[in-house]
């Protein structure tokens, strides 16, 4: 478990400074998540009690890690419920700080830049957000269950790979690689001051502390622990505080790694643990002449600095700057100052392991805030005993502007020429600081070596200086003569040359940086106003300033180097950052409002067609939603589409577009063909006609509702049926269909049976008749027979033919005979079997008796008399009938014979 170490240097000349602003004051305060009741644990700095506003509950599930920003934010991350709240320090204010990217967030950390970092346990990702709680995505590879994240001094990410026991190293461009592996469900991740990685370790049988030093080297820095180990902090001591959640306890560890409990409380917890330092309060300087400015002051001696008290804070500075000035600009870092006893520290924000600049070149403004957090008491020497090394310190000026606010109002460089104690707040002793590099000393007689003098008492006087090939007011030679005069009168003289050449470049303080937007409708900010840098130069006078800013400023960020010339030439520069932010919504065209007749019409979403433009150039189209109202019928409602347009500052704007879907197309419908059938048996309509099924077609496709008005039975005649078609909107079509009932029944005509009368006289005989017509759909109607009813018909047989019509021209006959007979002849009618039996019909001469006989069968010629007498009349005629009954049963063949008697 071994990696490269990454170099690390104090660049010359280079000035980076993190300020913030300080809010509260507290002791080392102690945040410990507890995700069993879902709050914040608040304690003290010797961990015995909880402070009054000991416990934070809101909107709080299953909290997990934690950081602190400055002094007066408490961010928490929610594992429950994928969010991260912020808090203020006394935990009476909280918000949501984001909610999105966020899968079971874990561990957080905030780099140099104040941006924070969450570990998604969830989904396996880490995820950055702004001060605005925007995020993005940082890293994905390689992770796999990510917990604690923890950045070391160079800016590089470390996340503990909880799933597969390996701690994964990630740049700033989120390029990871594997940095240790072999590690058993790592949590916990820190780094104390020197830079050293310090891992929480769960193993099947037993839990450890890894340590890895700055060379990637790893050892057990504290093991036989309680089981489960979780979150890990150093406090300003390097003591390092491990919690174990299960037990309610957090432990205290040395740097040596000897422990002791430090928390032990009734609820289980620490999830997640921060620590907030101490605040310090400095002033300024309250001996003048001081300008607050680098270089310009000089320091009296035997004043009290360092300590709480006001006045300016020392620093040792572990750098290459060992000459009185002029001085080089050089770095200030946290691990050169560790040991510097009872003196407080600065802290310039960030992170901690950030390198702090000052000197000559340093870019610090007016009116920048920096946060001190932190006492130091513990030391390995003494403050005389690194004064003895190297006593050299830089001061930074700071003034309270109101009791939670410190600024910066300049450095000031100076050698400490003694230390009055070690303890509490020393009193110190500094050299004067010249302004400028090179100072010309003032005349001095005493100096001048005069030998061979008469009496050996000699007098000096010295010339006023001669100046000459001066090029700038700070690049000259001074001729200085001296005269030296003895009680004899000899004389003396000697010329000093005194080259006076600084090369003290001036002092420049860049504006702060500039924030803007784009001018309307463009992608640049133009008339961008940057302020005023502050500029000093000790020894040439007015300095000649200039930029390079553009008169146009492009989106994104540009740096404008600011330029002061003094008068002899000599140059420094400074950078500003102005950062031009595209604010300005794009513009978006919906296409026309869309009529649709059939929802199977309704085009699909197409955010190719949309028309949309920004001020900064390409614009990504996105379909939103379809959101449907005023539904009537599947094939009737209106279509709200949104589409989105988003420019590359995400900067986003809707529109959209009405589709109306109206359904008026009646659906198309041809009726069966036309039916002609006949009149049901003896009735004059049709019943059970059947009708067929007409052809339908619905234009948007939907079922259809077919219905006809025909009747159960049709009238004789054409009936029309009319047959509709209706689909689910209600739009409708009609057709005719005709059925055609025709009468092809002939009527009804009943013939009287054949007549037989007597004739009347020698011409025959006057006969009446009735015949009996009907008919299925007529009434009334005659039937015309020849001969009509009451002709004279002569003595014989005469056909009587009859005829019926009805109205549609069906005919029907009948017919019958009428016999005119003789009364003095005998007529036998007819003979015809009825049933069984056998039915004779005869007419009977006048005045005649006679009887019926019969035979008993075909052989015999014996006749029977079968019936009575019967007798005719004596005037008109008669016609007799007999009936045999039984006669076909009794007889099989029989035969008759009628004896007549006068």
């Known amino acids: 478990m071994k990696r490269i170490a990454k170099g690390s240097s104090f660049a010359l000349g280079v000035a980076v400074l993190f300020w913030q602003a300080s809010l509260y004051a507290h002791a080392n305060t102690f945040y410990l998540t ?50 991260i709240m912020v808090f203020n320090t006394n935990g009476t204010s909280d918000s949501v700080f984001a909610n999105t990217g966020l899968n079971e967030p874990t561990g957080l950390a905030f ?79 820190a780094f104390d001051s020197h830079g050293n990685l310090y891992v929480s370790n769960n193993g099947s049988f037993s839990a450890w502390i890894e340590k890895y030093n700055s060379n990637g080297v790893g050892s057990v820095f504290a093991g036989n622990l309680n089981p489960f180990p979780a979150a890990l902090a150093f406090d300003a001591a390097d003591n390092l505080y491990v919690t174990f959640p299960y037990y309610g306890v957090t432990e205290k560890f040395n740097t040596n790694g000897t422990g002791s409990i430090f928390i032990s409380d009734s609820e289980p917890g620490g999830a997640g643990l921060a620590i907030q330092f101490s605040q310090l309060v400095v002033g300024c300087p309250t001996n003048p002449p001081c300008t607050n400015i680098l270089g310009q002051c000089f320091m009296s001696t035997n004043t009290m600095y360092g300590g709480n008290g006001a006045g300016v804070i020392p620093f040792y500075v572990n750098s290459n700057v060992t000459a009185n000035p002029p001085f080089v600009p050089y770095s200030l870092g946290r691990h050169d100052y560790l040991n510097i006893q009872a003196l407080g520290e600065l802290d310039f924000g960030g992170d901690w392991g950030s390198n702090l600049v000052a000197g000559c070149g340093c870019s610090v403004s007016d009116g920048e805030m920096f946060q001190p957090p932190h006492g130091r008491q513990s030391i390995t ?105 003895d009680p004899c009168g000899n004389t003396g003289s000697i010329s000093q040359i005194i080259t006076v050449n600084d090369t003290t470049p001036p002092v420049i303080d860049c504006p702060g940086t500039v924030t803007v937007s ?31 800013a553009p008169s146009i400023f492009q989106k994104g960020t540009t740096h404008v180097i600011w330029t002061a010339i003094d008068p002899c030439g000599i140059m420094a520069t400074c950078t500003q950052i102005v950062t031009v932010v595209d604010n300005q919504l794009p513009s978006i065209t919906c296409p026309a409002p869309v009529a649709v007749s059939c929802a199977s019409a309704m085009p699909s979403p197409n955010p190719g067609s949309i028309v949309a ?49 109206n359904s008026t197309v009646a659906p198309g419908i041809t009726a069966p063909a036309d039916v002609a059938v006949g009149t049901d048996a ?155 039996d056998v039915a004779l019909s005869w007419v009977m001469p006048l005045g005649l008796t006679g009887v019926v006989q019969g035979s008993a069968d075909s052989l015999s010629n014996d006749f029977a008399d079968v019936s009575g007498p019967f007798y005719a009349p004596g005037s008109g005629s008669i016609t007799n009938n007999y009936l045999d009954t039984g006669a076909q049963t009794n007889f099989p063949q029989r035969f008759y014979r009628i004896r007549l008697t006068p």
């Not at 004064?387 to 009791?403: D, F, G, K």
Request: charged share 10%.
């Open 613 to 661: 433009t920004d001020n900064c150039g390409s614009v990504t189209v996105t379909f939103v939603s379809d959101t449907i109202t005023n539904q009537s019928c599947p094939d009737r409602y209106t279509v709200l589409r949104v589409y989105k347009a988003t420019d590359s500052a995400n900067n986003s704007v809707t529109c959209t577009q009405t589709i109306t879907v």
């Open 682 to 836: 003896g009735q004059c309509y049709a019943s059970n006609v059947a009708l067929g099924s007409p052809v339908t077609f619905s234009p948007c496709g939907g079922a259809l509702t077919i219905t006809n008005n025909a009747p159960a039975v049709f009238p004789k005649g054409n009936t029309q049926v009319i047959w509709s078609a209706t689909d689910s909107c209600g739009n409708s079509s009609n057709v005719t269909q005709n059925v055609l009932v025709v009468d092809n029944q002939p009527p009804l005509v009943a013939c009287p049976s054949n007549i037989l009368v007597n004739a009347q006289d020698t011409n025959g005989a006057i006969v009446a008749f009735s015949v009996t017509a009907a008919d299925n759909c007529d009434s009334n109607l005659v039937a015309s027979c020849s001969p009509v009813s009451g002709s004279e018909f002569a003595i014989g047989t005469t056909p009587v033919n009859c005829v019926v019509v009805d109205s549609v021209g069906n005919t029907n006959t009948c017919s019958f005979n009428v016999t005119v007979v003789d009364p003095s002849v005998f007529n036998i009618l007819s003979v015809s079997a009825q049933n069984s």
């Open 381 to 485: 020497e003494s403050f005389s005993q690194r004064l003895a090394t190297n006593p050299y310190v830089v001061m930074p000026v700071a003034s309270p502007v109101n009791p939670n606010v410190i600024t910066v109002t300049g450095f000031v460089w100076a050698k400490i020429l003694s230390v009055a104690g070690v303890d509490g707040n020393p009193t110190l002793t500094f050299e004067n600081v010249t302004p400028c590099g090179n100072q010309v000393p003032p005349p001095d007689g005493s100096s001048v070596l005069v030998s061979n003098a008469c009496g050996g008492v000699y007098a000096v006087t010295v010339d006023p200086d001669v100046i000459s090939n001066q090029t700038c007011p700070s690049h000259y030679t001074i001729t200085r003569t001296y005269h030296a005069t």
């Open 34 to 83: 507890n995700p069993s009741n879902n709050t914040v644990n608040v304690f003290n700095s010797s961990g015995s009690g909880r402070l009054p506003y000991a416990t934070f509950t809101f909107d709080l599930s299953n909290p997990g890690g934690i950081a602190i920003a400055g002094s007066n934010s408490v961010y928490v991350a929610n594992y429950g419920n994928n969010t």
């Open 111 to 189: 780099d140099k830049s104040g941006n924070l970092y969450a570990a998604n346990y969830g989904s396996n990702t880490i995820e950055k957000f702004n001060s605005s709680g925007q995020g993005t995505l940082f890293a994905s590879n390689g992770l796999n269950g990510p917990v604690g994240i923890a950045f070391d001094p160079q800016g590089n990410l470390y996340a503990a790979n909880y799933g597969n026991g390996t701690i994964e190293e990630f740049g700033s461009n989120g390029v990871g690689s594997v940095f240790a592996t072999g590690l058993s469900q790592p949590w916990g991740l």
């Open 518 to 548: 784009t001018d309307a409708g463009k992608c640049t900010a133009s008339n961008v106003n940057l302020g005023t840098p502050s500029v000093f130069s000790s020894c040439s006078g007015p300095v000649t300033l200039s930029n390079n």
